[in-house]
């Protein structure tokens, strides 16, 4: 008995590919147009058609992509499925394309428009290639690499310019794919501009000697970050830091201490648009010594004890959240609800309701208790994502960090 398209995609997650893309195309086209299909059944049958779409049922596909009350999912799928079909260009630059907020559509039609040759999306491409979101970066290098492809780089750079960083990385990216020497472009003043230069430099001796020369301070760090990306030779990477002087971001209040732990935990994935100083910093200085979170746990739990605040065995922040990770433990205490926060990251403990007798009893058993003050305090130019964001957070935030 021939298997059906049910059977071969019962459910989600559970796709008989090779089954699909067998199967007869204006099955799979009238599968697809059908509302009343599960949504990943019809995405499966959409990608099932690359490459034998039948001709006479092409509109009934583009139908469902006018169709802003579809699926997202089902109309992104299709728009990759037609993406050389011309008669979709007028629809694509529409201006009433830019008010479809259905999830992933914008990036979509973008990525579409690219791939029919239309180079008057360069720039909202630049932006798209530009931003923190690799998925969506990813659909604006691959569209402006096919307009490249079909018209040459240079036409597609002459739809841009050189005001906005955006299009200066686009620029970047493109003269280093054409062979061009872009060592120049770590001087750039947009710190996301030169952090995707560095990443494209990978010649140790070229960086080496444009180190000795760089203009700016900046543009010397970045040099350094890039040549040790290429090399991993720590030795070198802090011989040339102490030529430059040991340079930071100096952060009134932050003392070393504190400086240490933030700084080997974050300075090695802070966001792109973060000062270089502190990934010079995380990689030439020496991480705090280590501890044993398990013994620094039983030791807060002991003095909560001895004072009299009966602890709940502790927790992860993320077991308290039910969901994801971050940089401490919590240990509930009394009948009250109170709980107070323990590091990962070091010796340091906190509680929101700043309470004097949990404070005193944590400070006796060599706790550092972080106040209002010394947590308010914002590291600056160190940009770390928390929920959406990615600019510099605050001294409590970093060492009591919680992320879904």
């Known amino acids: 008995m021939p298997k059906t398209i049910k059977m071969l995609s019962p459910e989600a997650g559970r796709t008989d590919t090779a089954g699909l893309r067998a199967y007869d195309a204006d099955a799979l086209v009238t599968c697809a147009a059908d509302a009343a299909q599960p949504w990943w ?22 139908a469902c992509v006018h169709d802003t009350g579809d699926v997202s999912e089902v109309r992104k799928a299709l728009l990759a499925l037609l993406a050389d079909r011309p008669e979709l260009l007028p629809w694509l630059r529409h201006e009433d394309r830019q008010q479809d907020s259905a999830y992933g559509m914008a990036e979509a039609v973008l990525g579409a428009r690219g791939a029919l040759g239309d180079l008057t999306a360069a720039g909202a491409l630049a932006t798209l290639a530009f931003g923190p979101w690799r998925h969506r970066r990813e659909i604006g290098e691959a569209a402006l690499d096919g307009l490249a492809a079909r018209y040459g780089f240079e036409a597609v750079l002459a739809e841009l310019g050189a005001d906005r960083p955006e299009d200066r990385s686009i620029s970047v990216r493109m003269r280093d794919r054409a ?24 010649d140790p001796e070229r960086l080496r000697g444009y180190l000795a020369g760089a203009p700016t301070e900046e543009a010397k760090l970045w040099a ?16 040339l830091y102490e030529e430059l002087g040991r340079p930071r971001v100096e952060v009134t209040g932050l003392d070393e201490e504190l400086r240490a732990a933030i700084v080997h935990e974050y300075g090695p994935w802070c966001q792109e648009r973060s000062d270089p100083r ?31 605040l009966a602890p709940r065995p502790p927790v992860s922040c993320g077991d308290a959240h039910r969901q994801g990770d971050g940089t401490y433990d919590v240990i509930g205490y009394g009948d009250s609800g109170g709980e107070v926060h323990i590091s990962t990251l070091g010796r340091f403990a906190a509680d929101h309701d700043d309470h004097p007798q949990v404070r005193r009893a944590l400070e006796s058993a060599g706790f ?14 160190l940009g770390v994502y928390y929920f959406g964001s990615r600019d510099p957070l605050d001294v409590h935030t970093l060492l009591f960090y919680w992320q879904d």
């Open 368 to 381: 550092r208790w972080i106040d209002d003050a010394v947590g308010s305090i914002r590291v600056t130019g």
């Open 224 to 239: 350094l970050y890039a040549l040790h990306r290429s090399t991993d030779d720590v030795a070198e990477t802090r011989r």
């Open 41 to 62: 059944r019809r995405r499966a049958c959409v990608e099932a058609l690359a490459g034998r779409v039948p001709e006479r049922r092409v509109a009934e596909l583009i």
């Open 179 to 202: 062979g061009e020497d872009v060592t120049g472009a770590l001087a750039d003043p947009d710190r996301g501009v030169a952090y995707r230069a560095q990443e494209l430099l990978t």
């Open 278 to 308: 502190w990934r010079i910093e995380a990689l030439c200085t020496e991480p705090p010594s280590a501890s044993d979170p398990a013994e620094r746990l039983l030791r807060a739990t002991a003095a909560l004890t001895a004072a009299g």
